[in-house]
């Protein structure tokens, strides 16, 4: 297997969980239409979908049905979206562009932008509470249970506190790391949990995906904090240097570029080792833990 079939998967899964997501939000009537709009703006607009395919490759270590893992990847996309439209708003980042297009707020307006934001979270849930999704309300519910857990103030929501803290407060390495764990790390970390609750994984089997889940994070985080010092703004699809114009404490910053990247490349090495039970079958999922740290976008 070579990097150009984990180039072909991602676009695979890319593709599909797109389709997925332009049928779960149809195009409405009225004047409600509007945040519809808005939903489907940041949801279809692209982005290299990394959650879902993590949801997709999870699930397929346990031969789970596609039509699961792929609604529960499209759920865990729009809780994404979700972040990503706030986090662009004025009150937080104040970013004009994301994916290479306008943010949601500038297509739109603000309060829009809210609601879009606020409906893609409650949709996601909609979505795995549906039968649609497993068939077995056990798993729907543990599927809604971790997703809550990684969202909200345990997770993605108390990370992003954190990081709006962080601007009058110069934290360390080991804040920095929580933070990121929480704001970035929980939410790729359910999407790994989400294969492994989708297929009834062994005790051991959640272990180990949660120990790659957790070392991918941190690796995808670091990666993002080079990419805003070295990287591209048109690849990238956003602004860059915002962490050292905030005057922001970043892996980066601390540990200086080559290091923060070894530090990357270390947790990748680590991640997949972790797959090492799942033989030949991990193999993508150990590809997508170099994928992760050596993207440009
Ligand atoms: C506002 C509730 C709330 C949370 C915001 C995750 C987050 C917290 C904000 C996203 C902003 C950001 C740049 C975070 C750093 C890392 C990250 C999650 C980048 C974006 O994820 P990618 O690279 O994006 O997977 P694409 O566009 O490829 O989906």
Same mark, same amino acid.
């Not at 939410?187 to 889940?213: D, P």
């Given at each position: 297997?070579?990097?150009?079939?984990?180039?072909?998967?991602?676009?695979?899964?890319?593709?599909?969980?797109?389709?997925?997501?332009?049928?779960?939000?149809?195009?409405?009537?009225?004047?409600?239409?509007?945040?519809?709009?808005?939903?489907?703006?940041?949801?279809?607009?692209?982005?290299?979908?990394?959650?879902?395919?993590?949801?997709?490759?999870?699930?397929?270590?346990?031969?789970?049905?596609?039509?699961?893992?792929?609604?529960?990847?499209?759920?865990?996309?729009? !809780?994404?979206?979700?972040?990503? +439209?706030? %986090? $662009? #708003?004025?009150?937080?980042?104040? &970013?004009?562009?994301?994916? @290479? *297009?306008?943010?949601?707020?500038?297509?739109?307006?603000?309060?829009?932008?809210?609601?879009?934001?606020?409906?893609?979270?409650?949709?996601?849930?909609?979505?795995?509470?549906?039968?649609?999704?497993?068939?077995?309300?056990?798993?729907?519910?543990?599927?809604?249970?971790?997703?809550?857990?990684?969202?909200?103030?345990?997770?993605?929501?108390?990370?992003?506190?954190?990081?709006?803290?962080?601007?009058?407060?110069?934290?360390?390495?080991?804040?920095?790391?929580?933070?990121?764990?929480?704001?970035?790390?929980?939410?790729?970390?359910?999407?790994?949990?989400?294969?492994?609750?989708?297929?009834?994984?062994?005790?051991?089997?959640?272990?180990?995906?949660?120990?790659?889940?957790?070392? !991918?994070?941190?690796?995808?985080? +670091?990666? %993002? $904090? #080079?990419?805003?010092?070295?990287? &591209?703004?048109?690849?990238? @699809? *956003?602004?860059?240097?915002?962490?050292?114009?905030?005057?922001?404490?970043?892996?980066?910053?601390?540990?200086?570029?080559?290091?923060?990247?070894?530090?990357?490349?270390?947790?990748?090495?680590?991640?997949?080792?972790?797959?090492?039970?799942?033989?030949?079958?991990?193999?993508?999922?150990?590809?997508?833990?170099?994928?992760?740290?050596?993207?440009?976008?």
């Amino acid at each position: 297997m070579s990097s150009s079939d984990l180039k072909k998967a991602l676009k695979a899964t890319a593709t599909e969980v797109t389709r997925v997501l332009d049928d779960l939000l149809p195009m409405g009537e009225g004047p409600e239409s509007r945040v519809t709009e808005a939903m489907r703006y940041t949801a279809l607009a692209g982005g290299k979908r990394i959650r879902p395919f993590l949801v997709v490759a999870c699930a397929d270590l346990f031969s789970v049905d596609r039509k699961s893992s792929m609604r529960a990847a499209a759920a865990i996309e729009m !809780v994404h979206c979700y972040s990503l +439209i706030h %986090d $662009d #708003l004025p009150a937080m980042d104040n &970013d004009d562009l994301r994916r @290479g *297009k306008p943010t949601c707020h500038i297509k739109f307006d603000e309060a829009t932008a809210i609601l879009a934001g606020d409906a893609l979270l409650t949709k996601s849930f909609e979505v795995l509470a549906d039968e649609k999704t497993h068939g077995d309300a056990r798993v729907r519910c543990d599927l809604v249970s971790a997703l809550a857990l990684a969202s909200g103030e345990a997770g993605m929501v108390g990370g992003q506190m954190i990081d709006l803290f962080a601007e009058d407060h110069k934290l360390k390495m080991p804040e920095i790391t929580r933070l990121q764990r929480m704001k970035t790390g929980a939410l790729i970390a359910v999407a790994c949990e989400a294969g492994a609750i989708l297929g009834k994984a062994s005790e051991n089997a959640h272990h180990v995906l949660h120990a790659y889940a957790h070392d !991918v994070g941190l690796a995808f985080q +670091i990666a %993002d $904090d #080079l990419l805003d010092v070295e990287g &591209d703004e048109k690849k990238v @699809g *956003k602004k860059t240097g915002k962490d050292a114009d905030a005057g922001k404490a970043t892996f980066v910053s601390l540990l200086g570029v080559v290091r923060a990247r070894e530090q990357a490349e270390l947790l990748a090495d680590q991640a997949a080792s972790h797959l090492d039970i799942f033989e030949e079958k991990g193999k993508l999922l150990r590809e997508l833990a170099h994928y992760v740290v050596n993207r440009s976008a």
